[in-house]
Nanobody
Framework: QLHLMESGGGLVQPGGSLRLSCVAS????????IGWFRQAPGKEREAVAC????????EYVDSVKGRFTISRDNSKNTVYLRMSSLKPEDTAVYYC?????????????????WGQGTQVTVSS
């Protein structure tokens, strides 16, 4: 059974950093593109970043470019989201998602499998 679990969220001050992890199990991780999405209270879910199955291609939404870095270690079945220069508007529940394809892009409709999410709160 395919399973995704996020971790690494927490409370951080503006300007701080966090690294989120998404650990996968129950499927051939090398075949799956992974995306990170987030949803703030009262707002729609939005894309953050995505990475191809091999890790060679990445995409970011404009609001996080230069601040967030997505990467993956297929030997550990893990995708990371390194977040720096965090802002209060980055506060949200962050989700990882998987789709069996090379690159699924930044549209949530493209992803079939989702984790439960991890809360990130940026506040002083």
């Amino acid at each position: 059974q395919l399973h995704l679990m996020e971790s690494g969220g927490g409370l951080v001050q503006p300007g701080g950093s966090l690294r989120l992890s998404c650990v996968a199990s129950g499927f051939n991780f090398d075949w799956y593109a992974i995306g990170w999405f987030r949803q703030a209270p009262g707002k729609e879910r939005e894309a953050v970043a995505c990475i191809s199955s091999t890790g060679h291609m990445v995409e970011y939404v404009d609001s996080v470019k230069g601040r967030f870095t997505i990467s993956r270690d297929n030997s550990k079945n893990t995708v990371y989201l390194r977040m720096s220069s965090l802002k209060p508007e980055d506060t949200a529940v962050y989700y990882c998602a998987a789709e069996e394809t090379v690159l699924a892009g930044l549209y949530s409709e493209e992803y079939a499998y989702w984790g439960q999410g991890t809360q990130v709160t940026v506040s002083s």
